[in-house]
């Protein structure tokens, strides 16, 4: 028998071939049948349990907090504060652009 070489491009084809199966073919062995899927249960489905266990809530997080963390948290609330700031005085800006309140608005500039 006569031995072949592969290119770098039937290589390359035949590997993505492999990776497109090997996630083809899991998801299909997952997947029930339509008869499986369609048919109504005979009794009703039972309630699921109390958690013997609080649920986290969003207050709190559920790991001890590290360095890390604490750093990131105070980015994130620097930033929220830069960013607040910025928007009051875009705010600010558009309403002495349009003469809405008497911000930047005085007798000073005014010649009488």
């Known amino acids: 028998m006569s031995e072949k070489l592969i290119s770098r491009r039937g290589a390359f084809t035949l590997?993505?071939?492999g990776a497109a199966l090997g996630?083809?073919?899991p998801a299909t062995a997952l997947m029930t049948s339509g008869a499986e899927a369609q048919m109504q249960p005979?009794?009703?489905a039972p309630t699921a349990p109390a958690p013997s266990a609080p649920a986290p809530t969003a207050?709190?997080?559920t790991a001890p907090e590290t360095p890390g963390m604490n750093r990131r948290q105070a980015r994130r609330a620097g930033r929220?504060?830069?960013r607040q700031a910025r928007r009051n005085a875009r705010e600010?800006?558009?309403e002495a652009r349009h003469g809405n309140n008497l911000y930047?608005?005085?007798d000073t500039t005014k010649q009488k």
């Open 15 to 17: 590997l993505g071939l």
């Open 23 to 25: 996630f083809a073919v």
């Open 42 to 44: 005979t009794a009703p």
């Open 59 to 61: 207050t709190g997080p």
């Open 80 to 82: 929220h504060e830069r």
């Open 92 to 94: 600010m800006r558009r």
């Open 104 to 106: 930047m608005k005085g």
